[in-house]
């Protein structure tokens, strides 16, 4: 994938923990296009990618940006993201999108936390349309809620609510009323911790939103419970050659110690840049990529961070 150097022009504190970059093009051209709901890679020094939301309106040409919630308890990439200053070059990937927008009568956004990023270009974005649509935001304290002026002062201020745990009731997320009503041309969006989303999809469900009205967006894997995994093989089926991966490696690692290079960049499943086809055995999947009918097909994984049930997968490489 093609690769773009980019400069922060300017680094903001945008809540507690939170602080956005605007990034343009080292050369001075125009960036790539994008749409509402995109993502790119940043390549962080030591070969490590991480995937950030564009946030701002997808129609700039010159800047792209994104925000980052400094985490310490991370694998280190918000960290390092932090300690960026304005000037600083950074190489970060096309943008992609696997959060599009889907042409809907109605559209509701649910945001947890950082989750907002997403969200926030698609509320842009249908307020450049004039759709109708509610933003429905949600963290811990107005100090941690990110954007909060700038959504003051953009055109969907009044449909844009913010909901603080740490708030009075009345403002409290009332997903019973606001999902009660099951309608045919609504679409739901929903990004955030796996809690939050989680929380949101199981009351759509129990309310009886198809899932084909509910999108989501994760930014980490979901925490796995590992003690119980164990041995097995891969096949490669262009060559025959059996690779054991044993039970404290992944298959992208077992793999490359045997030589067989798989492209890789968030390494927990959110990302799909590795998924490679399987074409016999039946997998383990612990991604946040592939919907539910996907993953019951077992013709695709992600060896990143996903394994296997049967004692063989062979796979197209
Ligand atoms: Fe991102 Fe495997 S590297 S899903």
Same mark, same amino acid.
């Given at each position: ?118 969200? !926030?270009?698609? /509320?842009?974005? %249908? *307020?450049? $349309?004039?759709?109708?649509?509610? #933003?429905?935001? &949600?963290?811990? @304290? ?30 409290? !997320?009332?997903? /019973?009323?606001? %999902? *009660?009503? $099951?309608?045919?041309?609504?679409? #739901?969006?929903? &990004?955030?911790? @796996? ?123």
């Amino acid at each position: 994938m093609t690769q773009i150097e980019v400069k922060v022009l300017r680094r903001t504190q945008e809540a507690e923990d939170i602080v956005s970059f605007e990034l343009a093009r080292a050369d001075g051209a125009p960036l790539p296009a994008f749409s509402a709901g995109s993502h790119i890679d940043v390549h962080l020094p030591g070969g490590v990618a991480r995937q950030y939301s564009l946030c701002n309106e997808s129609s700039a040409r010159h800047v792209y940006r994104i925000a980052v919630l400094r985490d310490p308890k991370s694998r280190g990439g918000s960290v390092v993201m932090h300690e960026l200053r304005e000037g600083h070059y950074l190489t970060i990937s096309e943008p992609r999108n696997h959060f599009p927008l889907v042409h809907a009568v109605r559209t509701l956004l649910f945001a947890g936390g950082i989750g907002v990023t997403p969200l !926030l270009a698609m /509320a842009q974005r %249908l *307020a450049a $349309v004039g759709a109708d649509f509610e #933003l429905h935001y &949600c963290t811990r @304290s107005m100090a941690k809620a990110a954007f909060m002026r700038e959504i003051a002062a953009s055109p969907f201020a009044a449909r844009t609510h913010f909901h603080f745990d740490d708030g009075a009731e009345e403002q409290k !997320l009332q997903l /019973a009323k606001l %999902l *009660a009503q $099951v309608e045919p041309q609504t679409h #739901l969006y929903v &990004c955030g911790p @796996s809690g939050f989303i989680q929380y949101v999809t199981d009351w759509a469900k129990g309310c009886g939103w198809p899932a084909g009205q509910i999108h989501v967006e994760h930014f980490a894997g979901a925490a796995q419970d590992t003690s119980g995994d164990r041995e097995f093989q891969v096949k490669v089926a262009s060559t025959g050659q059996l690779v054991t991966v044993p039970a404290d490696k992944t298959v992208v690692k077992a793999l490359a110690d045997a030589g067989f290079e798989v492209l890789t960049s968030c390494e927990q499943g959110v990302c799909g840049t590795c998924i490679t086809r399987v074409l016999e055995g039946e997998c383990d999947h612990r991604d946040m990529y592939f919907t539910d009918e996907e993953k019951s097909k077992h013709d695709q994984f992600t060896p990143c961070c996903s394994r296997a049930k049967s004692p063989v997968l062979v796979l197209d490489l």
